[in-house]
């Protein structure tokens, strides 16, 4: 009877390293998931964070999109009362001159100040004493609550070199 | 941990994204834009527009597309041909790279870049509320290693870790997800604002190589406002002798409507130029409006469009690689989303071009998946398929398609319904799932079939048949059927419910939008069949139910009507079911009308089908029957 017996010693053994080994593998996993569980969530609080704050600010910004797509209006309207004393147009563009500042918007003033390119686009150079002043608007900027709404359109100066 | 952001630091203008919930966010500037002109004054340290804003009276000392001078020594050709043209100071500095000389200071381009690169720092910082300290920025393919370098540097300069540099075509492919498509061969067709570049990638196993790239580096968005310009001018000019482009605010306002004009025309057939008080004559004012066509604007730029193929055909002799062994084209750059370009570039490629990612963002948003590759945001083992393309239902009575999972939801997602037999003692219902938007079964994908029986023998529409899809991240679609009187179910499980290609889906959805109307007929003549069919049983089984409590006219009445509502359903039109419904329904109404004025019988209801009762969220609808 030379029969073989299995080795009890080894075999437990054995499979105790493929436990192991799973165990490993299934830690890191963990670990993985947690990670992108946590950041998944912190993504999401931001996000949370970032709808409120663009609710709260609709309607400013929707104002402001509205109104600086009206703007061109004015600026003909002030255009044409150059050539047109026409009472009524005068009435009418201070009325809507009227209704705008009651949204808090506010005409950036720029003319015979130092150039800010904060405040306004540099449209042409022409010669002038001074350095860097705003010598002439072509279009008027306007702010709306302390916000730069639209940027006023400028002539600067430069003294002749 | 910091995220890293993906920058595309462009020649015109630069962007930047991040990973945020799975998916690149692009994040908008201080100032609430997309993008933020490469412009910098590096002596009043000022970027971006405002930079922009003082060009003109500051043209020496504002420094724009730098990325054409970055790494390059100052004898290398193409330096020589900008400074032809660049307003600002170039002159050659440490090694002989190419540097910029403002006020007698001298900067390189990556000091310059460095400056574009801390807004966009700060910006980002000010998005994500934290410190931003990692960033994966974007080249050219053909950038040569020391333009790469000079690349990284600025990133330095500013104190980012460059944990990368990536090629602007990858970064648009990876913006699509083309590398979990196992698309092999790419084509990007990128045409900005000044420069236009065709590069051909293939994937080798999970990452792409540039085989050939090719271009114009001076043809962009800038020349087709150019051209529309010109033309504005000229026409008025003609018309009124005065050249407009001799008087700069009259300028700026054409160069503005002609670039509003060209944008306007992507998605209208005529654009309106209107530019009251453009200038003065003898002291009387002068107008400027007109109409500008789509086709008139494609006659304009068609030879600026066409100028672009020369380069692809040379690019693809490069890759050696024939235009039909192209898997995917990519459109970058704002001025492909002109209908004509897009129009072209599927003519010469023979495929419908990759565009549904905002082009102007595409870079950026592929240097943040890159960055989120990196940073271990993004599995590359999940297939890329964020929505289901198309609407998932099943076949309910009449042949219509019922939907459960509308197209575009997010997965993994789910959803259950009820639904119910369309006949007395149907023991089976006959669950055919399908993929389309038409509203008729046939006209839609059958995705599979399967039958849930053993329901227990009622009148029809009494049974309750849970109907449940499961939508995994993977796209497989388990449906299922359970009778909730047995709890018995079955269900199947249908792969590549997603994996139906592009080109399908677009023309799933334009047979959709084509057939709309007459579809919405059928299916409204189905539905009133389907309601008369149901008013029929309902009336043999009040009838039936009332018994003797029926007065004999009244019951009459309602017989004539059912056979006139049976003979309408053979050979009437749909109105005529409609209206033969309502009379057989006001008649049957008499029914229970009579029996509350004879006497009140407690526990005699009027017999209102179970079936017409819509509980909130709970719909009973007929199961097909299946015999």
């Not at chain 1, 950036?108 to 150039?115: A, C, N, P, R, W």
């Not at chain 2, 055919?432 to 079964?441: F, I, S, T």
């Not at chain 2, 049957?588 to 969220?617: H, R, S, W």
């Amino acid at each position: 009877m030379d029969s073989l017996i299995k080795d009890k010693k080894k075999k437990p053994s054995v499979e105790m390293y493929h436990w192991k080994a799973a165990l490993e593998k299934t830690k890191k996993e963990v670990e993985e998931y947690k990670n992108k569980y946590l950041r998944a969530l912190a993504d999401y609080q931001n996000l949370e964070k970032r709808v409120v704050d663009q609710r709260d600010n609709q309607r400013n910004n929707i104002i402001q999109e509205l109104i600086v797509k009206l703007l061109p209006l004015l600026d003909h309207m002030e255009k044409a009362e150059i050539f047109s004393k026409d009472k009524g147009l005068i009435l009418a563009k201070n009325q809507f001159i009227k209704v705008i500042r009651g949204f808090g918007i506010k005409e950036i003033d720029v003319l015979g100040k130092e150039f800010n390119p904060q405040l306004a686009e540099a449209i042409d150079m022409v010669k002038g004493e001074k350095d860097n002043l705003v010598t002439e608007v072509l279009r008027k900027g306007y702010l709306y609550e302390d916000r730069i709404l639209r940027v006023a359109q400028v002539k600067v100066s430069k003294k002749a070199n | 941990m910091s995220k890293i952001i993906g920058i595309d630091l462009g020649t015109t203008n630069s962007c930047v994204a991040v990973m945020e919930g799975g998916k690149p966010k692009i994040i908008y500037s201080q100032e609430g834009r997309n993008v933020i002109p490469s412009v910098v004054d590096p002596i009043k340290r000022i970027v971006g527009d405002v930079a922009k804003r003082q060009m003109v009276i500051n043209p020496k000392n504002t420094i724009f597309s730098i990325k054409r001078l970055m790494g390059r020594r100052f004898s290398d050709e193409s330096v020589k041909n900008d400074i032809k043209w660049l307003p600002y100071k170039i002159k050659s500095g440490r090694d002989g790279m190419a540097v910029v000389d403002v006020d007698g200071k001298t900067f390189t381009p990556q000091e310059i870049s460095a400056m574009v690169l801390q807004k966009i720092k700060s910006d980002a910082e000010a998005y994500l509320g934290e410190k931003v300290e990692k960033a994966v920025i974007t080249v050219p393919a053909y950038f040569d290693d020391s333009q790469r370098q000079a690349t990284k540097q600025a990133g330095e300069i500013t104190g980012l870790e460059v944990v990368t540099i990536i090629n602007e075509p990858t970064a648009s492919a990876l913006a699509y997800g083309l590398d979990k498509q196992h698309a092999h061969t790419i084509a990007v067709y990128d045409l900005g604002g000044g420069t236009f570049d065709i590069t051909v990638l293939e994937l080798n196993k999970n990452f792409f190589v540039v085989k050939a790239t090719n271009g114009d580096t001076h043809l962009g968005g800038d020349d087709f406002d150019k051209v529309i310009l010109e033309y504005l001018a000229d026409l008025f000019k003609k018309e009124n002798g005065i050249d407009l482009r001799h008087d700069a605010q009259a300028l700026q306002r054409l160069r503005d409507a002609a670039e509003k004009a060209k944008i306007e025309l992507s998605s209208s057939m005529e654009a309106d130029i209107n530019l009251p008080f453009i200038t003065v004559r003898d002291n009387q004012p002068l107008h400027l409006v007109t109409k500008l066509t789509r086709a008139k604007l494609e006659l304009l730029v068609g030879h600026l469009i066409k100028k672009t193929f020369d380069p692809v055909k040379a690019c693809l002799k490069d890759a050696k690689v024939d235009i039909s062994k192209i898997d995917e084209v990519v459109l970058v750059g704002g001025m492909t989303r002109m209908p004509k370009v897009i129009e072209e570039v599927k003519k010469f490629f023979g495929k419908e071009p990759n565009r549904s990612v905002n082009p102007d963002e595409v870079v950026a948003a592929g240097a943040a998946v890159q960055a989120g590759i990196i940073s271990g945001d993004y599995n590359k083992d999940i297939l890329l398929i964020d929505v289901t393309p198309l609407t998932l239902g099943v076949e309910t009575l009449g042949g219509v398609m019922t939907p459960l999972i509308p197209r575009n939801t997010a997965i993994p997602t789910g959803k259950t319904e009820i639904f119910s037999t369309a006949a007395d003692s149907q023991t089976q219902v006959e669950i055919h799932v399908l993929q389309g938007e038409r509203p008729m079964a046939r006209d839609n994908k059958s995705l599979g079939r399967f039958i849930l029986s053993g329901i227990p023998p009622a009148p029809r529409g009494v049974p309750q048949v849970e109907v449940s899809f499961d939508l995994d991240t993977s796209g497989i679609l388990t449906a299922t059927a359970k009778d909730k009187a047995t709890g018995k179910a079955q269900s199947i499980k249908i792969t590549g419910s997603t994996g139906l290609t592009k080109e399908e889906i677009e023309n799933m959805k334009a047979e959709a939008e084509k057939h709309k109307a007459d579809d919405k007929k059928e299916k409204e003549k189905i539905e009133a069949r389907n309601k008369a069919d149901n008013m029929i049983y309902v009336s043999e089984k009040s009838l039936k139910d009332a018994g003797a409590k029926v007065p004999k006219d009244l019951k009459e009445e309602i017989e004539k009507k059912i056979k006139t509502l049976k003979e309408s359903l053979e050979k009437g039109t749909g109105e005529e079911i409609e209206e033969k419904t309502k009379d057989l329904s006001d008649s049957l109404q008499k029914i229970g009308q009579n029996m509350y004025q004879e006497q009140a019988q407690p526990g005699e209801k009027k017999e209102q089908t179970p079936k017409e009762e819509k509980k909130k969220g709970d719909k009973v609808e007929e199961g097909e029957v299946v015999n």
